[in-house]
């Protein structure tokens, strides 16, 4: 039975903990310092955690109509997976030991960086007709009258959890913003999207605050296509996504869509057939995300957060539990923690995940491990998926993988042409000096691991901590 009290949530301190997979019964000790960054005095700081009531009343109206043969019904993107989510981050204890954010709505010239102002304004426009109950703009993106509010304010959450972590006051952050963003592209919206949270927040971080490389890790289980299409032409920006092949947007997120122009080369796209499970991906950011990262060597990494590819979710056909995600979240703290570019700076941005009963558990542990902390909560479900059927690497997973690692020439060659060594120093006053060898061969150590829970948690965190 989960415990709600403050007592349920201690730090990795000098404790143990029991583990949520299949040897939930064993217990084993676990890093002895929150330590997650390499920044100095990053321990004394919280992680941030950032929601807004009126993010929970965004309403895309129902799902299905009367001319579709069976009883509309809720809609997917419905209130209760954010909801029950932050819920449970309460309950368990652990928001007590976050750093609460307010968002602010995002001005309509920060909009302006990601969108046009012709869909900008089509928005407004919307928003302010009462004549209707619900607007649509765009595929499958629904809002009500006032929906452009919310959708500013949702864009601007991401925009102040991102500055929270560069001005320092907190170490790392999670956005739980709504609606969504990562459909959203420059003219349209589209997947529930209004406006590209993610993308607005790292034009944001480029253009306010003179950061010059920031990249974004996409692991929700349908193609960022609107983050990719808004920097498909910007050097600036790499954007990695790891997604199920010809899902949402049907015929988009090709392993062969890289960027555009100048762009070519950062953007990453990785397809994996239907049915992966914890082996491809954490193959994807072993053999793709980590030498991708270390070869860019960004200096803020921004991760769009969707919880659909876990086994339960009606709108995607992945097999994760949320410990595949606590293990995403460590590899990325760990290139953030030991890269002198990134200073530790992590920010994750909530968008998909329709599963109302596993989405808090997957949500609950990049929280956590955000925060160097474990409640007591355990994910009754581990044991079930963990023990699935091929979660191994399958050999068509790993063709797909292998035709990502392809491009990874092409990166290396986007980097070489904007005055940079692949995992060295920069010729920027910005650059903050080199990937160092060890840094390399640290991230292989965690990310080739990947034995269950034992490498999504407790082993990768060692590594991460040294300890
Ligand atoms: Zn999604």
Same mark, same amino acid.
């Given at each position: 039975?989960?415990?709600?009290?403050?007592?349920?949530?201690?730090?990795?301190?000098?404790?143990?903990?029991?583990?949520?997979?299949?040897?939930?019964?064993?217990?084993?000790?676990?890093?002895?310092?929150?330590?997650?960054?390499?920044?100095?005095?990053?321990?004394?700081?919280?992680?941030?955690?950032?929601?807004?009531?009126?993010?929970?009343?965004?309403?895309?109206?129902?799902?299905?109509?009367?001319?579709?043969?069976?009883?509309?019904?809720?809609?997917?993107?419905?209130?209760?997976?954010?909801?029950?989510?932050?819920?449970?981050?309460?309950?368990?204890?652990?928001?007590?030991?976050?750093?609460?954010?307010?968002?602010?709505?995002?001005?309509?010239?920060?909009?302006?960086?990601?969108?046009?102002?012709?869909?900008?304004?089509?928005?407004?426009?919307?928003?302010?007709?009462?004549?209707?109950?619900?607007?649509?703009?765009?595929?499958?993106?629904?809002?009500?009258?006032?929906?452009?509010?919310?959708?500013?304010?949702?864009?601007?959450?991401?925009?102040?959890?991102?500055?929270?972590?560069?001005?320092?006051?907190?170490?790392?952050?999670?956005?739980?913003?709504?609606?969504?963003?990562?459909?959203?592209?420059?003219?349209?919206?589209?997947?529930?999207?209004?406006?590209?949270?993610?993308?607005?927040?790292?034009?944001?971080?480029?253009?306010?605050?003179?950061?010059?490389?920031?990249?974004?890790?996409?692991?929700?289980?349908?193609?960022?296509?609107?983050?990719?299409?808004?920097?498909?032409?910007?050097?600036?920006?790499?954007?990695?996504?790891?997604?199920?092949?010809?899902?949402?947007?049907?015929?988009?997120?090709?392993?062969?869509?890289?960027?555009?122009?100048?762009?070519?080369?950062?953007?990453?796209?990785?397809?994996?057939?239907?049915?992966?499970?914890?082996?491809?991906?954490?193959?994807?950011?072993?053999?793709?995300?980590?030498? %991708?990262?270390?070869?860019? /060597?960004?200096?803020? =990494? &921004?991760? !769009?957060?969707?919880?659909? $590819?876990?086994?339960?979710?009606?709108?995607?056909?992945?097999?994760l539990g949320s410990e595949d995600y606590r293990y995403f979240t460590a590899a990325l703290q760990q290139h953030a923690a030991t890269s002198p570019h990134c200073q530790g700076r992590v920010v994750a941005v909530h968008e998909g995940g329709?599963?109302?009963?596993?989405?808090?558990?997957?949500?609950?542990?990049?929280?956590?491990?955000?925060?160097?902390?474990?409640?007591?909560?355990?994910?009754?479900y581990w044991e079930d998926v963990y023990n699935f059927a091929y979660q191994e690497l399958q050999p068509h997973q790993d063709a797909c993988i292998k035709a990502a690692e392809q491009n990874?020439?092409?990166?290396?060659?986007?980097?070489?042409?904007?005055?940079?060594?692949?995992?060295?120093?920069?010729?920027?006053?910005?650059?903050?000096?080199?990937?160092? %060898?060890?840094?390399?061969? /640290?991230?292989?150590? =965690? &990310?080739? !691991?990947?034995?269950?829970? $034992?490498?999504?948690?407790?082993?990768?965190?060692?590594?991460?901590?040294?300890?």
């Amino acid at each position: 039975m989960m415990r709600v009290s403050q007592r349920a949530l201690h730090t990795c301190s000098h404790a143990t903990v029991s583990t949520s997979s299949s040897r939930r019964t064993s217990r084993r000790p676990v890093c002895a310092k929150a330590t997650l960054h390499g920044s100095s005095g990053a321990q004394d700081r919280k992680t941030g955690y950032l929601f807004h009531e009126l993010y929970f009343w965004h309403e895309p109206g129902p799902w299905g109509n009367l001319k579709n043969y069976v009883q509309p019904t809720r809609h997917p993107e419905h209130v209760e997976t954010k909801r029950r989510l932050h819920n449970l981050v309460s309950v368990s204890g652990l928001l007590d030991q976050l750093h609460v954010l307010k968002p602010r709505p995002a001005t309509e010239s920060e909009l302006l960086r990601a969108h046009t102002p012709d869909y900008v304004h089509a928005v407004q426009a919307m928003s302010a007709d009462n004549s209707k109950a619900v607007h649509c703009v765009g595929d499958e993106s629904h809002f009500m009258p006032g929906g452009y509010d919310l959708a500013a304010l949702a864009a601007g959450g991401a925009i102040t959890a991102m500055e929270n972590v560069l001005d320092g006051s907190v170490r790392n952050a999670y956005a739980l913003c709504r609606p969504p963003g990562h459909h959203a592209e420059p003219g349209m919206g589209g997947g529930y999207c209004l406006f590209n949270n993610v993308a607005i927040a790292a034009l944001h971080a480029l253009e306010q605050h003179q950061l010059e490389r920031v990249a974004i890790v996409d692991f929700d289980v349908h193609h960022g296509n609107g983050t990719q299409a808004i920097f498909a032409e910007d050097p600036r920006v790499l954007f990695i996504s790891v997604h199920q092949a010809g899902n949402y947007p049907l015929f988009s997120g090709d392993v062969s869509e890289i960027g555009q122009g100048p762009g070519v080369g950062t953007t990453l796209n990785v397809p994996l057939p239907p049915g992966s499970g914890r082996g491809a991906y954490r193959a994807v950011f072993d053999r793709v995300v980590a030498p %991708a990262l270390d070869m860019f /060597g960004p200096q803020l =990494v &921004l991760v !769009s957060a969707g919880f659909d $590819a876990s086994y339960m979710d009606p709108l995607g056909h992945m097999m994760l539990g949320s410990e595949d995600y606590r293990y995403f979240t460590a590899a990325l703290q760990q290139h953030a923690a030991t890269s002198p570019h990134c200073q530790g700076r992590v920010v994750a941005v909530h968008e998909g995940g329709y599963s109302e009963q596993y989405v808090p558990f997957c949500g609950l542990a990049v929280i956590e491990q955000l925060a160097g902390l474990r409640t007591k909560v355990q994910d009754p479900y581990w044991e079930d998926v963990y023990n699935f059927a091929y979660q191994e690497l399958q050999p068509h997973q790993d063709a797909c993988i292998k035709a990502a690692e392809q491009n990874l020439e092409a990166l290396r060659q986007a980097v070489l042409r904007s005055g940079r060594q692949p995992g060295g120093s920069s010729s920027s006053s910005n650059g903050n000096g080199s990937i160092k %060898a060890k840094h390399a061969a /640290g991230a292989a150590g =965690v &990310l080739s !691991s990947s034995k269950g829970a $034992a490498a999504g948690t407790g082993a990768g965190q060692a590594a991460i901590h040294g300890c």
